[in-house]
């Protein structure tokens, strides 16, 4: 019975921080704010800014310094190479790369998620 109330609590926790936390995050690791794949990526993300927008999607750079050490070892990142991570709004881990992403391959997974296919349904159902 303790367990299972454990359990619940559990559960209870993480579905108040999914609601309560409303964007996906896209976490971009790398060596230097220079590293080209990073700079690339942020191209790419500007260029996309309102397909990333429709989609919650908001992203932060992290580059390897002692202020960041927490997240690269929290998200088991090598300093010494480029990252792309992207967390749901359940704020678990849902993609990673270690190269570019593109904005193609990003909204593919996006919009494949659960709660990314119940939002274009609200959307489709709701009168503008």
């Not at 619940?8 to 964007?23: G, K, Y």
């Not at 790398?30 to 800014?49: F, G, I, N």
């Amino acid at each position: 019975m303790k367990y299972l109330l454990v359990l619940s609590f559990t559960i209870l926790a993480h579905c108040v921080w999914a609601q309560n936390n409303p964007f996906r995050r896209i976490y971009l690791f790398a060596p230097s704010a220079e590293d080209t794949a990073l700079v690339k990526q942020q191209q790419l993300l500007a260029a996309a800014t309102e397909r990333v927008n429709e989609r919650d999607l908001r992203s932060r750079v992290f580059v390897a310094a002692a202020e960041n050490n927490r997240m690269f070892k929290k998200f088991k990142v090598d300093p010494k190479k480029y990252t792309f991570l992207l967390i749901g709004k359940d704020g678990r881990e849902k993609f990673r790369a270690t190269q570019v992403v593109t904005p193609q391959l990003l909204f593919t997974i996006v919009d494949a998620m659960p709660m990314r296919q119940e939002e274009m349904r609200r959307r489709r159902q709701s009168p503008d």
